[in-house]
């Protein structure tokens, strides 16, 4: 059953130097109980997505197309209607925790706080659920936790807090935008470990954020990639890992291959001076005279020429 589905969504951002285009043309289908991975270098549009999907996207965004969950446009729905569904039925993990939590507030109190927006009950109650969901996550004696400050805890201990107030409302759809960054390793293990089991007690769809391939391939059954804001490669996580079309996928892979570092020749290009044809046509070591001044379509999930002979 399909859960959410994106249809040709287009945002441009109006600044001083005019509009700036940070999404062309996105498409993306979720279907219930189905974890979907966004994958990129930093700018390439990933975060925007999930704002969009929020209805975060600040003021100066002009967006058009279709945002459909559950069969209702979210783009269309008034803002109470939008609260009710936003940390509800979709709920979100934002990339820098503790930027998240108030400093003066409890980590309890703002669980609970999560607890008592999503069903009426008692200050005892939202604490007796805060607890066990900070138990849930993994987060050790959460009695005495409850009472700690956010600067009381360790990045890790701020995921999991950020992952219990998200699980307050048990969401059909959970957004994670890059859960392990600035985890160390054995804490980045627990913490994909903690989102699986969690996807599979409450059958939640994902949707995760990252440029670590590692973390999507633990995480994910299908892989959307992205660059300079469109998809240029989609499909199953195994097929477009183990069988990667289109050059940027390719380079993307071959630059953690063997546990070395190889970076991507050139830069992304700046959103506002976007190149003409295929927007990786000035990295890509494949590219012909058509690729600098012939969009190519996304077509059986490659956007590429000359993929057949990449």
């Known amino acids: 059953m399909e859960l959410l589905n994106i249809n040709e969504l287009h945002i441009n951002f109006s600044t001083n130097g005019g509009q700036v285009q940070v999404l062309s043309g996105f498409c993306l289908d979720i279907q219930k109980g189905n974890s979907i991975c966004l994958v990129g270098e930093s700018g390439c549009g990933k975060t925007i997505v999930a704002l ?6 600040p003021e100066n965004a002009q967006i058009s197309g279709k945002i459909r969950f559950k069969d209702r446009d979210l783009l269309t729905l008034g803002k109470e209607e939008m609260r009710r569904i936003r940390g509800h039925e979709i709920s979100m993990i934002f990339e820098q925790p503790s930027s998240c939590l108030n400093p003066v507030f409890t980590v309890g109190d703002q669980i609970a706080e999560a607890v008592r927006a999503n069903e009426e009950c008692e200050k005892k109650e939202a604490r007796e659920s805060a607890i066990a969901l900070m138990k849930l996550t993994g987060i050790p004696s959460p009695e005495k936790r409850f009472g700690q400050y956010p600067h009381e805890f360790s990045g890790g201990m701020l995921q999991r807090a950020m992952i219990s ?12 935008d890059e859960p392990t960054t600035s985890l160390d390793v054995s804490v980045q293990a627990q913490m994909i470990e903690l989102i699986k089991d969690l996807i599979a007690k409450f059958d939640m769809s994902l949707l995760l954020i990252t440029h670590d391939l590692g973390v999507a391939a633990e995480l994910c ?3 959307v990639v992205m660059y300079a804001g469109e998809i240029v490669e989609n499909g199953g996580l ?15 892979l ?14 992304v290009p700046e959103l506002t001076h976007l190149p003409e044809g295929c927007r990786f046509h000035p990295r890509c070591p494949y590219a012909k ?8 379509d996304l077509i059986n999930g490659v956007r590429c020429h000359l993929w057949k002979k990449c």
């Open 238 to 252: 195994n097929e477009v890992f183990d069988h990667p079309r289109h050059p940027y996928t390719q380079a993307l």
């Open 221 to 223: 059954r299908d892989v």
């Open 254 to 267: 071959k630059a953690i291959s063997d546990g070395e570092l190889r970076p991507i020749r050139g830069t």
């Open 289 to 296: 005279e058509q690729c600098c001044y012939l969009k190519p």
């Open 52 to 57: 969009s999907i929020m209805r975060l996207l």
């Open 165 to 176: 107030i998200a699980m307050a409302s048990k969401p059909a759809l959970l957004i994670a």
